[in-house]
């Protein structure tokens, strides 16, 4: 079998997927959290294992068990999955963000149960988490870096602007606007941008997607001058 996976697209290849939603504790029973399933995330590990890759799944919480032949890390926050990931990047050729991170937690972490007051509204104070595909794409020695973004308009427009602020290689959009597609639905259609070009992947399960998204990657990052 090892000479076989030698042959895959990503023979020798450590890849480093981000996926499912962050938790963000208010008080020791609440939190704030998304509805990201990991489908896409956990998807893309798969895909990449088949193509001959060693694969780090940094996960948070999701009900999917661990693809075969993959170290599976689980993390609850924003903040132990950048901890996470900068423990894996460093040995890492191409890191890919499918994780719907939380973008703010609560400032302070209530010790115990919050108790409900005689006020009508209540203010919880949030601070902004880490950018975690940021972080990664800003280090000395960065890996092929893809990110994802989930817009409900002008998709190709904001993913360009991630693209650019968070200089990623690649960025997958996908428009959550539509209903046949989305954060907890078996099928997606996308569009995979870099800085010069925009290709469109139609609609088809996120298997198939994540078989062609790691054609494209590992395509994309042989290209790229290291
Ligand atoms: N991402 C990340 N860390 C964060 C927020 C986002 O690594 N704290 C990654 C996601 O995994 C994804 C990409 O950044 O690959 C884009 O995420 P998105 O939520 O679309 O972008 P934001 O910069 O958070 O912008 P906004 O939510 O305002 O659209
Ligand atoms: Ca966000």
Known sequence: AAEMFDRGLLAGQHVVITAGPTREAIDPVRYISNHSSGKMGYSLAEAAIDAGAQVTLISGPVNLPAPARCQRVMVES?????????????????????????DYRPAAIAEH??????????????????????????????????????????VIGYAQGKL????????????????????????????????????????????????????????AQTGSAK
């Open 78 to 102: 924003a903040e132990q999955m950048l901890e996470a990931s900068l423990n894996h990047v460093s040995q890492c050729d191409i890191f890919i963000a499918s994780a719907a991170v939380a």
């Open 113 to 154: 149960k919050m108790k409900k007051g005689k006020e009508e509204i209540m203010e919880l104070h949030l601070v902004k988490n880490p950018d975690i595909v940021a972080t990664v794409a800003a280090l000395e020695n960065k890996p092929f870096t893809v990110g994802f973004a989930a817009e409900t308009k002008d």
């Open 164 to 219: 650019v602020r968070k200089n990623l290689d690649l960025i997958i959009a996908n428009d959550v606007s539509r209903s046949d597609i989305g954060f907890n639905s078996d099928d997606n259609a996308v569009s995979v941008i870099s800085i010069d070009s925009i290709k469109e992947l139609p609609l088809c399960s996120k298997r198939q997607l994540a078989a062609k998204l790691v054609e494209i990657i590992a395509q």
